[in-house]
């Protein structure tokens, strides 16, 4: 995955040289779900050794102790992690609040680190994360796993070979569905008490504890972006590769909670668009149904002068229809398959991989800071209400100082974002 890509220069300080046999020290930062899986996977690899986990909330970080066996450390503030000279690396699985500092202190201490994606809540704090990286010579990976399955891999090949023609619009979609009272109208109440409520809070302003927030933070302004931010970076990403491009011209979109009857903040109804050199890219996403697209609830679609692809967003499959090359179909139903697990094992096999031989991973960190811009910036042109137009190069929105603003985020003290 990574062949072709020049090797990293470690300062000495954090240099570990790795014998084929030598096994990698990996702590864990955000163990819920997905935290707690990563956890399980990475333990099972012969090359790697669970050093230690931490999360805010007592009881997540139980499962994840007993999903690493029981013999490893564990601590409620991440940095004592950090200071652990056994761990090499680190996966960052918080939510979205908590994904930029921890990966910053992370590189500042001389780890290696796997970010889930988005890289970050705020485009500012993404771009602080690649500086980090690049300033402590780390190796540093986003975990968009897409890059590493075997039917995303075909369907970028797809697109780069011509065979669908020149390629002028790609959409992107996700139907959910959650009912119309949604997450519900739940109270503010007092936090579990084995939850460190103003430590997951962290940067973000002071609220009181409300369940949503915590057990739903992808759909409230302070903690996540939506589906456009949390999954669409996965679609984004995609795109990206397979048109050869990183990054957006304008953007406008339009939302509101229209569907369901909650107390969650994102809109449960969105549709933007983004202007590239040469194409247009839409996304849609409703939390009200499920109807799926040449059977998918997920997915892109690729239009292009000679064929259009529909790739599968969820359960991976390609399907093409186009015109006849020599008398014969140019492509239909040429992969099909449930291969997103492997994917996701691959990806994390490739973090480790890098690591050792000091290599610049395909899903850089900085190739997931790009691919999470458009998710970032359909959520202000949103909030502000009109086409906001991107300098990609200072990393900015033009001649809109509103909107610019939430490029990046107050922190609450004592956080600050190391810059």
């Keep these: 995955m990574a062949g072709g890509v020049a090797a990293l220069t470690v300062p000495r300080f954090a240099q570990r040289a790795f014998g084929a046999n030598d096994r990698l020290g990996v702590g ?41 066996g029981g ?32 990966a910053i202190h992370a590189c500042q201490a001389g780890k290696d680190i796997y970010v889930e994606k988005p890289v970050s809540l705020t485009i500012g ?18 975990g968009t796993q897409n890059k590493s399955s075997p039917s995303f891999q075909k369907a970028a090949e797809i697109v780069k070979s011509g065979t669908l023609g020149k390629v002028g619009l790609v959409h992107v979609w996700s139907n959910e569905q959650w009912g119309e009272k949604g997450f519900g109208k739940l109270a503010d109440t007092d936090p579990p008490k084995e939850l460190d409520w103003d430590a997951w809070l962290g940067p973000s302003p002071k609220v009181p504890y409300n369940p949503n927030r915590y057990f739903h933070h992808y759909f409230f302004w302070d903690y996540g972006g939506g589906w ?33 009857d909650d107390n969650c903040e994102i809109p449960d109804t969105f549709v933007a668009s983004w202007q590239y050199p040469g194409f ?20 892109t679609i690729f239009y292009g002068t000679k064929g259009t692809m529909v790739l599968d967003g969820h359960a991976p499959g390609i399907k093409v229809f186009g015109e006849t090359v020599a008398g014969k179909k140019v492509l239909e139903d040429s992969y099909t398959g449930r291969d997103l697990p492997e994917g996701n094992v691959l990806h994390q096999n490739e973090f480790v991989r890098c690591v050792k031989a000091r290599e610049r991973p395909f899903a850089d ?15 202000i042109a949103c909030r502000v209400g009109r086409k906001v137009r991107w300098d990609a190069k200072a990393e900015k929105i033009i001649d ?7 490029v990046t985020r107050k922190y609450r003290k004592p956080w600050v974002l190391p810059t």
């Design 125 to 142: 704090e993404g771009r602080a994360v690649v500086k980090a990286a690049r300033k402590y010579n780390r190796i540093a990976m986003i």
């Design 71 to 102: 013999k490893v450390k564990s601590f409620q503030d991440y940095r004592k992690l950090l200071e652990l000279k056994e761990v090499d690396a680190v996966v960052v699985a918080t939510s979205g609040q908590w994904h930029a500092l921890p």
């Design 280 to 299: 247009t890219m839409t996304f849609r996403v409703t939390y009200a149904n499920t109807l799926a697209f040449e059977r998918r609830q997920r997915g």
């Design 400 to 406: 809109d100082p509103e909107a610019n603003a939430l």
């Design 365 to 379: 960190i900085e190739v997931g800071h790009k691919s999470s811009i458009p998710g970032h910036l359909s959520n």
């Design 228 to 260: 456009q931010s949390e999954v669409g970076v996965h679609h984004f990403d995609v795109v990206h590769w397979a048109m050869g491009c990183d990054t957006p011209l304008s953007c406008q979109a339009d939302g509101g909670n229209f569907m369901i």
């Design 28 to 68: 864990f930062i955000g163990v819920g779900g997905r935290g707690s899986w990563h956890v399980r996977t990475f333990r099972s690899f012969p090359d790697v050794e669970v050093i230690a986990v931490s999360d805010v909330h007592r009881g997540r970080m139980a499962n994840a102790l007993q999903a690493a």
